[in-house]
């Protein structure tokens, strides 16, 4: 995919993000990114043939340890499309800006649906007779 197409895959995922792409360089094959309060990082883009992976880094020692998860993952097996390396690093950045973990979204609504069921002792048991 060339540096192009890559940087219309980080605007479309920004349009659903905080973060905003603020820089692009063709030269480099980089690309900064920054959302509200002063969370930033940047990917560098492997070449078209080369079998290099991405490389997320931030400037900022505030953001760079929570990078580690999104960093750990590029470097696990397989390849990684730039996509997937934005959404593990967003979910990496969720504690910094304020929002709630997306594993935590999806235990809540799971805890919520069983809190409302209703208890179903009305109902006879099979195998159970009833006199």
């Not at 905080?18 to 820089?23: D, K, Q, V």
């Not at 973990?101 to 649906?113: H, R, V």
């Not at 006879?124 to 006199?131: F, L």
Request: glycine share 4%; proline share 6%; with cysteine.
């Amino acid at each position: 995919m060339d540096f192009q197409q890559l940087a219309d895959v980080a605007e479309k995922w920004c349009s659903s993000t905080p973060f905003e792409l603020i820089a692009a360089e063709e030269t480099e094959r980089r690309m900064d990114f920054y959302a509200d309060p002063g969370v930033s990082f940047y990917v560098l883009c492997p070449d078209n043939g080369c079998g290099d992976s991405f490389h997320v880094w931030s400037e900022s020692e505030d953001c760079l340890p929570f990078l580690q998860l999104a960093q750990d993952y590029i470097s696990s097996c397989g390849k990684k499309t730039l996509h997937e390396v934005l959404e593990k690093v967003f979910k990496s950045f969720r504690p910094l800006l304020g929002l709630p973990d997306a594993d935590d979204d999806a235990f809540e609504e799971y805890s919520a649906d069983v809190e409302e069921e209703e208890p179903e002792a009305d109902h006879p048991q099979m195998g159970v007779s009833q006199q």
